[in-house]
């Protein structure tokens, strides 16, 4: 972990939220290609979740929701975990992970006696802070989809099966926060709401978490540090019939990077019951009305951006030297094409280098990059994971032809400046 986490400092990944005021901990700061890989690992998700099927529509609800909401879903009455304090060194421990002991870990101090603790975040609304007018940061953006089922019903007339997608922040005041960008108290998810027949839920749910285990192959992630966990009836969520975790070989251990819940209708009657709202679906054919069984993906985006950078991080040895290289996969690549002039000194070098490199960005995601030597270049765009690198000479001057070098087997081949365009759209397949 401590290589990633200098790693993704050094190369402008992932910084301190706050640093120059000594941070805030656990919350952090994309960088300019800690973004780039960030939104690269969301459109893939999205492409493969949205675009690329017939049953699932997107949308953006609103972080702040009306505290009926967070009622009606059980979050006020059982979103907490059990915690306790250490008297002497005043630090805050998960009674879970504290595994029974009756000593501080830290300081082998006297501990309290476990008491819940709400994880979520209370706000006011208004200029007045009185208890009539609290309101919380979402801790998940599953509610937002749940409470628009009618108004997706009414809009876009689905048939079950049909789902709803969204990509957006959730707050939890989280006890034990940590392991760099894995817990935090501010995060992004990846959440599918999917709506079925309740006869149709248990094959939908098993689907879904094959699906879900392929993607993150398809990200490139290693086979062997994925695996899947099923949850025991005793560490079901209060809506679950049934959860399985998506969980990666992290460098502190085996840990959730998804779940997949089979979540029975218990929001939809929830939301009814309370609203006075009826969240029903009717089918026209066989004229009848039910709440549909939901099957919920429920994702981390810093911590799949985490997995892959870990997933992705080689140290080679070539010749002398150890080079360090992320093999991120080609779609996430945050910078496809690098180009750099190899002599600084030379004004028709350097001004053709920023031409192709100005031409390039217009379809791919290119760089240009002059700053030291060409070997320094290469390691530097090795770090971050830029899968080619453009080289214009002296030859390149007469002959038209650049030096195009591959990340993964460092070959090097001359193409045609006319060529290259064309070269790395087939590389990359972008159509």
Request: charged share 30%; with cysteine; glycine share 6%.
């Amino acid at each position: 972990m401590e290589k990633i986490v200098s790693l993704c400092k050094r190369r402008g990944f992932i910084f301190q939220s706050s640093e120059i005021y000594g941070g805030l901990s656990n919350t952090w700061d994309y960088g300019p290609h800690g973004v780039e890989l960030k939104n690269n690992l969301k459109r893939a998700w999205w492409k493969a979740c949205v675009y690329e099927r017939n049953d699932i529509f997107g949308m953006d609800a609103a972080i702040l929701m009306h505290p009926k909401v967070w009622e009606s879903s059980g979050h006020v009455e059982n979103f907490f975990d059990l915690k306790s304090d250490c008297k002497g060194c005043k630090k805050r421990f998960k009674t879970e992970d504290l595994k029974n002991k009756t000593k501080c870990p830290e300081c082998s101090g006297d501990l309290t006696e476990s008491r819940p603790f709400n994880l979520m975040y209370k706000t006011h609304q208004g200029p007045v802070e009185d208890a009539s007018n609290i309101i919380y940061l979402r801790p998940e953006t599953a509610q937002g989809m749940f409470v628009n089922f009618q108004n997706i019903l009414d809009s876009k007339h689905p048939k079950l099966p049909f789902g709803l997608a969204q990509i957006g922040k959730s707050f939890r005041n989280e006890i034990t926060p940590g392991n760099f960008t894995f817990r935090t108290r501010e995060f992004e998810q990846m959440e599918i709401e999917y709506f079925c027949r309740p006869l149709d839920a248990e094959k939908f749910y098993e689907t879904w978490v094959t699906d879900r285990f392929n993607w993150y192959l398809n990200l490139g992630i290693k086979k062997e540090n994925l695996r899947l966990r099923v949850h025991a009836k005793d560490e079901l969520a209060h809506y679950a019939l049934a959860c399985t975790d998506i969980e990666y070989n992290f460098p502190f251990g085996w840990s959730e990077l998804e779940g997949i819940a089979n979540r029975a209708d218990f929001d939809l009657r929830q939301h009814s019951k309370i609203s006075g709202k009826e969240l029903i679906y009717f089918d026209d054919q066989k004229k009848e009305k039910f709440y549909p069984f939901v099957i919920e993906p429920s994702g981390g985006v810093d911590r799949a951006v985490l997995a892959v950078l870990i997933d992705a991080y080689h140290e080679e040895k070539v010749k002398e030297d150890t080079r360090i290289v992320l093999k991120l996969n080609k779609e996430l690549a945050p910078t496809k094409v690098a180009v750099f002039p190899l002599l600084r000194n030379r004004a028709e070098i350097v001004e053709l280098a920023k031409k192709i490199a100005q031409d390039l960005k217009k379809s791919i995601t290119t760089a240009y990059d002059d700053t030291g030597a060409i070997g320094k270049l290469y390691r530097r765009q090795d770090e971050v994971g830029t899968l080619y690198c453009v080289t214009i000479d002296v030859q390149t001057l007469e002959d038209k032809q650049v030096t195009v070098r591959d990340r993964d087997t460092m070959l090097q081949e001359r193409i045609g400046i006319d060529k290259l365009k064309e070269y790395f759209l087939n590389k990359l397949n972008i159509q």
